[in-house]
């Protein structure tokens, strides 16, 4: 059990959601809303100073958008935990987010309570996905398929699906670099995806890893 809440900041450039959103968490006693802002730069800015474990992103915003803060955010602080927030749910806007290392993509009409959970999930180091999002994952996957990956191909993506960089993950296998990077464009050929997080999303739940 964690010994103080889970501290949070809210990132949207509409007051009005904003406002939405620290309602939803006030009075629950295990996430503090310790921030706000409106663009990706005020983002950065309130991450240095307040240090959230938990940030909740829009996508589209005026200067600096969501992705752009994201890959910024995953640079220079690792150990902050971002979930997309956002309306937007096509193939292209999803991608771009789990590319940039997303703990979670939820849309706007989600529930209270699920918003609650996907921030204590987040917290704890786990990935959320909106349902309508994996179901469009999978939809794909079940497009553009062509083969099933190799017991090596495999072997990869596991590695990868626990967090390991291509240079650990060749340590582990003892093969190259080269080698890992051609494995996983396989794979990605083969799932039909084409970031290293949507891989991992469909072989988990395709039960393949």
Do not use: C, W
Request: aromatic share 2%.
């Amino acid at each position: 059990m964690r010994e103080h809440p889970i501290r949070l900041m809210i990132v949207d450039d509409h007051p009005v959601v904003r406002d939405g959103l620290r309602g939803i968490f006030h009075g629950v006693p295990d996430i503090e809303v310790v921030a706000e802002a409106a663009d990706g730069h005020q983002a950065l800015a309130q991450t240095r100073a307040t240090r959230p474990d938990v940030v909740l992103m829009d996508l589209r915003m005026p200067g600096l958008d969501g992705v752009g803060a994201i890959e910024r955010l995953r640079s220079e602080h690792p150990e902050v935990h971002v979930i997309v927030l956002t309306t937007y749910d096509t193939d292209a806007d999803v991608s771009r987010a789990l590319a940039a290392g997303v703990a979670g993509y939820l849309l706007k009409d989600a529930p209270r309570e699920e918003l609650q959970a996907a921030v204590r999930t987040a917290a704890a180091g786990g990935r959320i996905l909106a349902q309508r999002i994996t179901s469009q994952l999978l939809d794909g996957f079940g497009r553009k398929r062509r083969a099933s990956p190799s017991p090596r191909e495999l072997e990869v993506l596991r590695l990868i699906a626990r967090g390991a960089a291509n240079k650990e993950v060749a340590r582990a296998l003892l093969i190259s670099e080269t080698t890992v990077k051609t494995h996983l464009k396989h794979v990605f050929a083969k799932l039909g995806v084409d970031n290293r997080a949507a891989a991992v999303v469909v072989a988990m739940e395709q039960r393949l890893i």
